[in-house]
């Protein structure tokens, strides 16, 4: 936040903040606007200053360290990459293979089983086998409270780069794109 950077720290102004908030900032560097008119010497420009500070603290701030909550549930036979967060009361069932810099908000349930049921001769209903399993790619990002079901017999899989909203439900079998 640039109201309260220090001199050693980088923070970067939108359009809507005023000249004179920025002039008396304490950050070490501003990223800001190359319309700007500003009387300080630390700046850095760019047409899209939030997106610069993103790129600038992704590559030189990154840690490759994956943090679990101590009361998320993940299955020994999942796989998790590098540089995960995995939220407060995740569930990450069996099969499921997540890869690097994957975020997952607290409560999502990745890996659970599909809604799947066969109609009998006399009307009864039997549960469908839910044998595949869930693929997340890299640098996905899951919402709270979301599910993902795991797939009856293949894959269920959210591509590279993907961002899904909370309370979102992705069914059995479903391949989400780039």
Do not use: M, W
């Not at 549930?73 to 293979?97: L, P, Q, Y």
């Not at 890996?111 to 009864?124: L, Q």
Request: proline share 2%; glycine share 8%; hydrophobic share 40%.
């Amino acid at each position: 936040d640039i109201l309260v950077a220090e001199n050693d720290e980088l923070a970067y102004a939108k359009n809507e903040i005023e000249s004179n908030i920025i002039n008396e900032s304490n950050a070490g560097i501003i990223i800001v606007n190359p319309d700007r008119i500003l009387n300080r010497s630390n700046l850095l420009y760019s047409h899209n200053p939030d997106f610069a500070f993103a790129l600038i603290y992704q590559e030189f701030f990154k840690c490759n360290d994956t943090y679990i909550h101590e009361s998320a549930f993940v299955s020994d036979s999942a796989k998790i990459g590098d540089n995960c967060k995995i939220g407060a009361n995740v569930h990450i069932g069996a099969e499921v293979e997540i890869g690097d810099n994957v975020r997952i908000a607290p409560g999502a349930v990745i890996g659970s089983r599909g809604f799947g049921y066969a109609r009998g001769i006399t009307n009864e209903l039997k549960v469908l086998p839910h044998k595949g399993k869930v693929v997340l790619k890299n640098n996905v990002d899951i919402g709270a409270n979301s599910v993902i079901d795991v797939a009856s017999f293949d894959q269920t899989v959210v591509n590279q780069g993907t961002k899904i909203d909370n309370l979102v439900h992705v069914a059995h079998n479903v391949s989400i794109g780039e």
